[in-house]
């Protein structure tokens, strides 16, 4: 729960500073920086320690395409975007998907009403931007992204795990 209430204040507090957009342009392709900017601020800001924390992991355990992952993390929560949920419909999402699963699933089925969206959302991003990278020809890291909150299987690539564990640091 300390790293959820960790989350929802840096989510509020949120910024994007000029070294983070230099770093984004050097590392995105123009319609990847478009998903990227797309996102609502506090997902962008997410994805940053997302891509720092990746890299790090990435450094003391080296495995798989650098980049590769780099990209994957900038990009792995485009699913979302601004419009979809908020940071209170983040809340909403994780409480929820922790007292009353049953019901959230429920909700996410049928996405429709403010819950219904914000929970069809949080459980379909993952495919939801992988299916807009595929459409501007990033299908490497679509395939990442599809399965970044899949339980772990046999024989993934070293970018998807480095993700996960990066991910969930943060």
């Known amino acids: 729960m300390i790293q959820r209430i960790r989350q929802f204040f840096l989510a509020i507090t949120a910024h994007i500073t000029a070294t983070d957009k ?32 990746a890299l790090e992991l990435w450094e003391k355990q080296p495995a798989g395409d650098k980049s590769l992952l780099l990209r994957s993390a900038l990009l792995h929560d485009v699913g979302k975007q601004q419009g979809d949920m908020d940071v209170f419909g983040k809340v909403w999402a994780v409480l929820l998907k922790h007292f009353l699963p049953e019901l959230a699933k429920k909700l ?26 595929k459409r501007i020809g990033m299908v490497q890291e679509a395939e990442i992204i599809r399965y970044h909150h899949a339980l772990e299987q046999k024989n993934e690539p070293p970018e998807l795990k480095l993700l996960r564990a990066a991910d969930e640091l943060n």
Not at 24 to 48: C, I, R, S, T
Not at 112 to 127: E, R
């Open 22 to 53: 230099k770093w984004l342009a050097e590392n995105l392709p123009p319609a990847a920086q478009e998903l990227f900017y797309a996102m609502h601020p506090a997902d962008q800001y997410h994805a940053l320690h997302v891509a720092r924390t």
């Open 108 to 133: 996410a089925r049928k996405g429709t009403g403010y819950l219904g969206h914000i929970m069809y959302i949080s459980y379909n991003h993952a495919q939801i931007g992988a299916d807009k990278l």
